[in-house]
């Protein structure tokens, strides 16, 4: 089925150790995004890309890194995890990077860190 | 400093017509309004996008004002099932995407 997969959708770690999240989409989207969503902060924009080797940041990007080596992944990495980045975080693909076309999201991710 | 807002929750009865409003006051010239709807546990879902004025589709109506600073997403007739979290999602004047905080919709029987 077409669609975007996240994963893993439940991850415990340490504090320090490092993490990465998973995101896959099979239908050739240019544009992918990451979003953290906590409560009180709503959903936040970590990073996005615009395509195969072009990623930026958005609202909250430190402490993570990003890589988009293929179209269809968007692989999402906490180089040393900390308790602030204890979230849900959320994949999304789009056909544009503004708001004129929808986003469709994965399911999430819910992370841990102790 | 721009703000995308939202009331923090609404309830409501099965068979009403609820209005959810967005304020974004730093809203990009030539970009969309996005509404979306989300389920616990699950990622956020499109209701509805439009520019300006009235769009209307199977599920949603939205409305924008011609100064384009606020949005309303109106549910017709809402059902149990429309229990959730709804959030605007704008392009602000710095080029940013930006979620509303979300309005949490309780539709009781």
């Known amino acids: 089925d077409a669609g975007i997969t996240q994963s893993p959708r439940y991850k415990i770690t340490e504090t320090g150790r490092q993490v990465t999240l998973m995101c896959h989409q099979t239908?050739?989207?240019?544009?992918m995004f990451w979003y953290r969503q906590d409560l009180g902060h709503g959903l936040r924009l970590i990073y996005y890309?615009?395509?195969?080797?072009?990623?930026d940041k958005g609202e909250v990007p430190d402490g993570y890194v990003v890589s988009r080596s293929k179209t269809e992944n968007f692989p999402l990495t906490l180089e040393s995890a900390t308790r602030s980045q204890t979230s849900v975080y959320f994949c999304?693909?789009?056909?544009?990077?503004?708001?004129?076309?929808?986003?469709?999201f994965g399911d999430g991710t819910r992370l841990s860190i102790l | 400093l721009a703000k995308t807002t939202q009331p923090i929750s609404m309830d409501s009865y099965e068979g009403q017509e609820v209005n959810i409003t967005c304020s974004h006051n730093n809203i990009a010239t030539n970009d969309y309004i996005t509404w979306y709807q989300q389920f616990p546990s699950q990622g956020p879902r499109f209701i509805i996008q439009g520019y300006k004025t009235k769009v209307t589709n199977e599920v949603a109506s939205l409305f924008i004002p011609a100064d384009r600073k606020s949005s309303t997403l109106s549910l017709p007739r809402v059902s149990l099932s429309d229990t959730a979290v709804y959030y605007c999602l704008v392009e602000t004047a710095g080029n940013m995407l930006t979620f509303g905080g979300g309005t949490r919709l309780m539709v009781k029987p």
């Open positions: 890309s615009a395509a195969a080797d072009i990623t």
């Open positions: 999304a693909s789009s056909e544009s990077e503004t708001g004129n076309q929808p986003q469709h």
């Open positions: 239908w050739s989207h240019s544009y």
